[in-house]
């Protein structure tokens, strides 16, 4: 048996250099022979358990691989533990000998490749997104972004011009008799609005109306002026409360031309004769949505009337002036309402209404004016004004009450 043993470690000597010409093969021919004996000993412990539970050492038989464990229990290094693993190693030892052909793969090298499979199979690969889909590089932004801020407009402007006219023709023989007549007006609206939509509004206006009739039947004027407004409106308010604010309102009314009466050489107005002036304190009540409508209630407790008639033409007691006077001062109260109502995009009736009182007298006025547009450059207008006065002198067929009404048609332009 000695003699056997040491024949057996003398193999182990030179065993390695066949082993290793062997092992050249590819790793995984060792894997499957591996497994492939694990298999069929599996199979046959689960047919047969009592043929290896008698040695469990027997699969080393059928890997065809060189053991250490036999070499280093033959030369004392490792102690067997029982007969069956002596006789196991006994037997490796002898098929390495006299066989060595059977064997084609060393243990190192077989627990390498299987170490090296199991890692790969417990360890997902590490795939960055960046080695699959290239991604450009952001650019840095060296352009400066220049912020405008628009700046709020607080003003608001509207303008608009009109000439309008009217004719008619009657012969001396038209059996409900008449008179021919020709018509002509003109005027200029400018509006000139301030709103921080906070706090402040300031609503300015000026006016301007003229208007001129000729008649074959008035042999003193070769045409009188049937309109003539020049009228300057400034109305500053400051919130109060939702809609209130407090106001200050400034009026100034003048006219431009002579004012006659049919076949009277009488002058009844002229320019400043009169020049009336008022100004007020109280509260404003506003309204407004974007073409519907825009309304103003303003209450005025506290107003000045000024009324100044200057020259020698016109009488001032016209307009209650007392004799011998060119000048009157009037203090009361006054109620103001403006409005605008849009019942489409062409058609709209705009309202002016006053009225003052001295607590002695009551002056007011109601103008009226239907606009109905045609189109841009073409619309109808009718004006409807209704004037009281108790201070002027009464009429016998319309007491205190005077009337004007125009209906023209003609050019007009909104800027």
Known sequence: MKRTNFLLLMALFLLPSVALAQVSKKDSTQIKKYLDSLS?????????????????????????????????????????????????????????????VAFSGMEDSISAVKDAAAVAATTAPEIKVEDLVEVAAPEAQTDLIEIQVAKPEFWKHNANIYFQFSQSYISGNWYNGGESSNTMLGG????????DQKKVVWDNKAEIKVGFLTARGDTLHRYKTNNDLFRLTSKFG??????????????????????????????????????????????????AKEKKYTFSLAVLPLSYNFIWVAGHKVDPAL???????????????????????????????KSHFYVFTSYDNTDSLWENTIDLAVNKYLSAKMYLNLRFDDSAKKSDHHGYLQIQELISFGLSYTL
């Open 319 to 349: 307009f209650g002036i007392r004799e011998g006077h060119r000048t009157l001062h009037k203090f009361g109260s006054k109620l103001q309402l403006d409005h605008t109502l849009y019942f489409s995009e062409s058609f709209s009736w």
């Open 40 to 100: 069929v000993i599996l199979n046959k412990y689960e047919a047969d358990t009592t043929v290896y539970q008698q040695n469990p050492y027997l699969y080393q038989m059928t890997t065809g691989t060189y053991y250490n464990a036999p070499a280093r229990a033959a030369l004392g290094l490792d102690s067997i533990k029982d007969v069956r693993q002596e006789a196991m190693y006994n037997a490796l030892l002898n098929a390495y000998l006299y066989n060595p």
């Open 188 to 195: 200029f609206t400018l509006e000139a609005n301030f709103d």
């Open 238 to 287: 400051y919130k109060a409360i939702k809609n209130w604010y407090y106001t200050l309102l400034m009026e100034l009314n003048n006219q431009f031309f002579p004012g006659y009466k049919t076949n009277n050489p009488k002058m009844f107005s002229n320019f400043t004769a009169p020049l009336k002036y008022n100004a007020s304190v109280g509260m404003d009540w506003k309204l």
